[in-house]
C-alpha cells in the first residue's frame, strides 16, 4: 500500500513540475511498481488490450483528423460571421455548437480548437473572455455526458460493467438524461456566467502571450 502512495505522490509531483510529460510519468509509475512486484505482467498488459481504451485512442486520431482537414476551422469561420452582442449572447451562440461537438469528440481537443474562437470574439468586440472560458469547459463536459464515446469515463464504465457482466452501454442510451442535464447545464451558464464570472482583461493577454511562445 505504502509503494503505491509513494508511487502516486512521485507521478503527480512529476506531473506538477513538468519534469516529464503526464504520459510518461503515468507509464513510469507503472513501470516501478510492475518491478516492486506490486502488479504482475498479467495484472498490467491486459490493459492495453481493452476495448475502451482502444476506442479512447481512436476518438483522438478521429478529433486531430476533423481539426486537421479543416472541418472545425470552417464551422469557427462561419461562427465569426454572426453578430456579437454581448458575453451572454456569445455563449447563446457557441455553446451549443460546442456541446454537440463534444458529443462525438473528446472534450479536451473541443476546447483547444473554440478557445481561440472565443477569445477573437472577445477580443473583436471588446467582450471579457474570462466570462467565456469556463463557461466553454462546462458545455464541453455537458455535451460529452449525452453519449457512450462523449467522455472517456463512459467508455470505461461500460467495459468494466461488461467484466462484471452486466449489458453493455448503448451509444445513445444516455442520451435522454444527458440531454436534459445539459440544457438545464446551458441554461445556468447562460443566465449566471456573465453576472457571476468576473471580468480579467489580462486573460486575453496572457493567452496571446502563451500562442507567441
Known amino acids: ?10 507521478t503527480f509531483l512529476a506531473i506538477i513540475a513538468e519534469k516529464l510529460r503526464p504520459e510518461l510519468a503515468a507509464l513510469a509509475g507503472c513501470c516501478v511498481l510492475l518491478a516492486a512486484r506490486v502488479l504482475s505482467a498479467s495484472d498490467l498488459f491486459p490493459v492495453f488490450g481493452n476495448e475502451a481504451i482502444i476506442t ?18 470552417s464551422a469557427s469561420r462561419l461562427l465569426q460571421t454572426l453578430p ?17 461537438v463534444s458529443a462525438f469528440m473528446n472534450n479536451t481537443p473541443v476546447v483547444v480548437v473554440f478557445l ?3 477569445v477573437a470574439f472577445a477580443r473583436q468586440h471588446n467582450l471579457a473572455a474570462s466570462k467565456l472560458l469556463m463557461p466553454l469547459s462546462f458545455a464541453s ?25 452486466l449489458t453493455p452501454i448503448g451509444m445513445f442510451e444516455l442520451s435522454p438524461v444527458g440531454l436534459l442535464l445539459a440544457g438545464v447545464g446551458l441554461a445556468l451558464l ?3 456566467a456573465p453576472r457571476v464570472l468576473p471580468r480579467h482583461e489580462t486573460v486575453t493577454s496572457l493567452l496571446d502571450a502563451a500562442s507567441a511562445a
Open 1 to 10: 500500500m505504502w509503494i503505491v502512495i509513494g508511487v502516486l505522490v512521485a
Open 141 to 165: 463536459i455537458l455535451g460529452g455526458s449525452t453519449t457512450l464515446i462523449g467522455t472517456s469515463t463512459n467508455l470505461v464504465a461500460s467495459s468494466v460493467g461488461q467484466r462484471f457482466g
Open 84 to 100: 456579437v452582442r454581448n458575453e451572454r449572447f456569445v455563449l447563446m451562440l457557441l455553446l451549443p455548437p460546442v456541446v454537440a
Open 56 to 73: 479512447v485512442g481512436a476518438m483522438f486520431v478521429l478529433s486531430a483528423a476533423l481539426e486537421r482537414t479543416g472541418v472545425i476551422a
Open 190 to 192: 447562460f443566465i449566471l
Open 116 to 118: 481561440p474562437i472565443i
